[in-house]
């Protein structure tokens, strides 16, 4: 193997750089970890080791309800993105060549990620508003529509990056082969796709669980979720149960997160 | 139909393609028409962008004719899709399904084409006993080296016994060696099987060796179509004759003209025979090209004559680059004896000797 010329740790201030990068990003999370087993009401004065904010958590009914909220929510918004985003990419890429409005689409499809958050959120709660009055219905499916607009792009980039390194000449041999455009999906697009959809779902799915903003203007009462329910609490008292409850919330990241890169590898 | 219809494996009929809209189109084909026989090694050469490869395509459907039928024992095919068409392709990247081992991907065809379980399971065997890689059955193909990725995208593709095979430069991506143990494994894998082979290609070599019949693209058009011996020895155009092998042009005169030959006068002032390309008038001049191993250098006499003006040495034979007097190069290729060449000189005045059937009449 050939030495890099360029070396990167050689540079003036790497490790200061690297130090304070690392140091922002992670010492809040870990201060945050820390005193979730404090042993005080206090956040920021510490008592003691103990457990008791992580028990008051799973005893509180409102976490608990909030938390299977957060995860319906996150699942049916996720699969139901994820499916959007994987025709929309297939769509995009399996073009012959490219033609004038394909960039236009791009953005379309990408629009969640540069029309700021807070506006999408406001537009919602006005049409939905106007739709709930129509039908009379109030159910979690507003915030899984909302939720499932805004992940889309989230699954659509791996995916669409998926299929761009993906060599077409294998579908054009499936269908040589006498493989239907049906069964040219099933046998070969979507198997070697499968690691970019995984990565699309999950990304969605981590994307809706944390989202407060649009779920905060599009919730009808009662709807709270996880973000949302911790958000409500910051009005009131704060108690170490919230960072309890965040730390639960990290570790259940890490898992996916996990889960993910060794399932991906093991298909890669 | 006037001939036979059941003797053309394929029958290309005034096909065009083009490609673009507008002020960019670009004609890929330019109303192409050619009959591929039935158990016949055929293959398309030319320079790259000649329109080979889209002509490929459009036989296997990957790509649909702007004009112009492609008739499949007798049928128009030109319009359906891919998976309808009896024709399968071995692509020039092999397009080897990653996630399958080499038998899955030898059985994906005839699981498409909905075959029962023995049969597929008899006929990977078989395809895996004919390119003799039946150890490597449940072998992922990134296990594989590219010489045996090469076998499994014939076998694969060999599977569902087409009509008509199709390859895509299948042999530009192996080094030398292997290139000419696939060449001869290719001839004994066509005559095995039965099968009509079009192959493309823009190795002349290649073409020559492996071809029953050959035809000559160049910027959307067939030029030539004929044997390996009618292209190399009676090119009907300048770029045929100079595309395949090293040629050595020549202006003359037509003295006479009847049954397929000539008699033309050089510019040295000899007449010379020549053959003439099938049902082809000349006018009053013509380019002659004579092959370099046609010709013989001499000390004196010759059709032509010049200066010698480089002598190259090849192991097997020896090139003599003459000037001749009448202007433009001329190559001579002799081969070489154990004895030692003739003591031929750089500066040399010398003669160029054109043999008996050795000058072809160029159409253009």
Known sequence: MARPRFEVRAQTGFTVMAVLTFGLLYLPIMTLVVYAFNDNDSIAIWKGFSLRWFRS??????????????????????????????????????????????????????????????????????????????TGYTGLGYLIVAHTAFCIPFAYLPIRARLESMDLSLETAAADLYATPWNTFRRVTLPLLWPGILAGLMLAFVISLDDVVITEFVKSGGQDTLPTYMLGQFRRIVTPEINAISTVFLLLSIAIVTIFFFVSRKRA | MPDKPDRNAIEVRGVSKIFGTGDSQVAALDDVSVSIRENEFFTLLGPSGCGKTTLLRLIAGFDFPTDGQILLHGDDIALLPPYKRPVNTVFQSYALFPHMTVGQNIAFGLEMLGKPKAEIAARVAAMLKLVKMEALRDRRTSQISGGQQQRVALARALAPQPKVLLLDEPLSALDYKLRKEMQIELKRLQHETGITFIFVTHDQEEALTMSDRIAVMSSGKILQVGSPRDIYDRPAERFVADFIGESNFLEAAVVASANGRATVRLASGTELAAALPEGFQPKDRVTVVVRPEQARLVREGGAASGVLENVVYFGTDTHFHVHLDAGGPFIVRQQNTRSGDAGYAPGDRVGVAIGEDAAQVLKD
């Open chain 1, 57 to 134: 958590a799973w005893n509180n009914q409102l976490v608990v309800e909030a938390s299977i909220r957060s995860f319906q929510i996150a699942a049916a918004a996720a699969v139901l993105a994820t499916v959007a985003a994987t025709m929309a990419a297939l769509a995009t890429t399996r073009v012959t060549r490219p033609y004038r409005g394909l960039t236009f689409k791009y953005a379309f499809i990408n629009q969640p990620l540069m029309v700021p958050e807070i506006v999408t959120a406001v537009a919602l709660l006005i049409f939905f508003s106007r739709i709930k009055m129509w």
